[in-house]
């Protein structure tokens, strides 16, 4: 007999997980350009030493830079991407999510089925979505 209800009820978890993770990705790169902000600015007017300018611009940008490979790295970890042409959902490298052109989570790479670049949509699950 399939188990019909334990599969759905794995897929369900995973989309929960998945879901959790990327609100994840969301609050710490943003809380991180929140901060990057206000240290840019707080460099920029409040501050009157260079050295203490100089300090606080190179931990805003080390802080962001910090923020989006963590941020990048979860992207790429969590869900799958769908092929725009075959259909075939897969985990791509964190490189290829590192250099794709990308608009809000849909990015365009090379698929590892067909070969073909196109535009991927990012999915929670790897069967139903």
Same mark, same amino acid.
């Given at each position: ?24 990705? &969301?609050? %710490?790169?943003?809380? =991180?350009?929140?901060? $990057? ?9 409040? *501050? ?21 490979? &963590?941020? %990048?790295?979860?992207? =790429?970890?969590?869900? $799958? ?9 897969? *985990? ?38």
């Amino acid at each position: 007999m399939i188990d019909l209800f334990g599969k759905k009820a794995k897929i369900n978890e995973q989309r929960e997980t998945n879901k959790k993770f990327l609100m994840y990705e &969301f609050v %710490i790169v943003y809380i =991180a350009l929140f901060s $990057f902000l206000v240290l840019i600015f707080a460099a920029a007017y409040a *501050v009157q030493s260079i050295v203490w300018q100089t300090a606080m611009i190179t931990i805003a940008v080390a802080e962001l830079i910090v923020a989006c490979a &963590f941020g %990048i790295k979860i992207e =790429a970890e969590t869900g $799958f991407y769908e092929c725009g042409k075959c259909g075939h959902r897969h *985990v791509p490298t964190y490189s290829s999510v590192l250099w794709a052109p990308h608009m809000g989570r849909t990015r365009y790479m090379r698929c590892p089925n067909c070969e073909e670049k196109s535009w991927q949509k990012k999915r929670l699950t790897e069967k139903e979505d």
